[in-house]
């Protein structure tokens, strides 16, 4: 149990001696870290006056409908109050990750900020040292599934609203493919249920999600399926580079590049799928799996990154080519040592 009785009488007496609270999340914003800071922004807003979400950057496009998505403040966008909000915090909630790299240029703030911190968040190997309290579990399916138990917890289900309950089914949606992965239990179909008998529209946020493609958007996916895509049969590894001028061409936007490496996936024959994107100057690599082959080990030994078993990515300081070049160098070597599971 994650949620344990000693663990949330110790959240509400944070929660209750706080002055202002500020909810972070990971860089590079994905549907579970904006759903899951609404759902507990819009949950602590009935029990405390002064709370804001700051996240390093902004949220994708194909999330502004949710409710309170223009109150996200973002250090990208205005770094001077970002950094007034951390100095004026007492507490700090970390969620959807669990070391402090994960927020970017906001590390420096979470890491000297004196305020008490929250990490509620389903990554493995969490780094215990910068929190006060730890909500981690990393066979749960998403930080928004985790809001949602938090608030069973505490006893006050009844407090779940729609702005709520969208925020959560977003989260839980966006990091389950759709309530397809095998992090989805039977506790997930029943939040799922819950969220609906409270009158959720679970057809109207699928569309809002994944109906709502700019012609860029799919032009780019088309692109780098027809021109990008690399599929080594010996090994059923597949995968797509896009450039900085690939994704100037086609006028890309954050968000735009979601999933496509989960349609890598999708090929007959392909067991792990990497995605490799020029951005900022650096190589972001997203990298997928079925079954049991463990991405987040090969994204944290060779990528600086992590992840989970099936979904894992890290990133590689230098030219797309090289870090191509770097994959299939390691690439035999991964296979080899996984062949049980390949
Ligand atoms: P995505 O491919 O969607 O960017 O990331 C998939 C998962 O990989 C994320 O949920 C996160 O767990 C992990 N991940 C992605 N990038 C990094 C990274 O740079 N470092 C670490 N530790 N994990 C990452
Ligand atoms: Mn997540």
Not at 134 to 151: G, N, R, V, W
Request: charged share 25%; hydrophobic share 40%; net charge negative.
């Amino acid at each position: 149990m994650t949620f344990t009785p000693d663990k949330i009488e110790e959240f509400n007496h944070l929660v209750t001696a706080a002055s202002k609270i500020i909810i972070t999340a990971h860089k590079s914003p994905d549907g579970d870290s904006i759903g899951s800071s609404l759902a507990l922004y819009h949950y602590l807003k009935n029990e405390h006056e002064n709370v804001v979400i700051c996240h390093p950057d902004k949220a994708p496009h194909f999330l502004n409908w949710l409710t309170g998505f223009d109150e996200i403040e973002t250090y990208e966008e205005s770094p001077e109050k970002i950094e007034n909000h951390f100095i004026e915090a007492d507490l700090i909630f970390c969620l959807d990750y669990n070391s402090p790299g994960r927020i970017g240029k906001m590390d420096d703030l979470l890491e000297k900020s004196s305020a008490k911190k929250i990490m509620i968040d389903h990554h493995r190997d969490p780094n215990v040292e910068f929190v006060d309290l730890m909500f981690s579990d990393h066979t749960i399916c998403s930080t928004a599934q985790m809001i949602f138990e938090l608030i069973e917890a505490r006893q006050t289900l009844f407090q779940i609203d729609q702005a709520i309950a969208e925020s959560i089914y977003t989260g839980i949606i966006t990091d389950t493919g759709s309530f397809r992965f095998s992090s989805v239990t039977p506790k997930t179909h029943e939040i799922g249920a819950f969220l609906i008998n409270k009158g959720l529209s679970h057809s109207k946020i699928h569309e809002a999600i994944f109906d709502n493609n700019s012609e860029n958007r799919v032009k780019l996916t088309s692109f780098a399926m027809l021109e990008k895509l690399v599929v080594l049969k010996e090994f059923n590894v597949g995968y797509i580079s896009l450039s900085a001028n690939d994704l100037d061409r086609f006028d890309a936007k954050k968000g735009d590049t979601e999933g496509l490496v989960n349609q890598v996936l999708s090929l007959e024959g392909v067991k792990m799928a990497v995605f490799f994107k020029e951005s900022d100057g650096i190589i972001k690599i997203s990298m997928r799996s079925q079954g049991e082959i463990p991405v987040n080990n090969l994204a944290r030994n060779n990528f600086h990154g992590g992840g989970h078993l099936n979904a894992a990515g890290g990133k590689f300081v230098g030219k797309l080519e090289d870090a191509i070049q770097k994959f299939v160098t390691i690439l035999p070597k991964f296979v080899e040592e996984n062949k049980s599971v390949f």
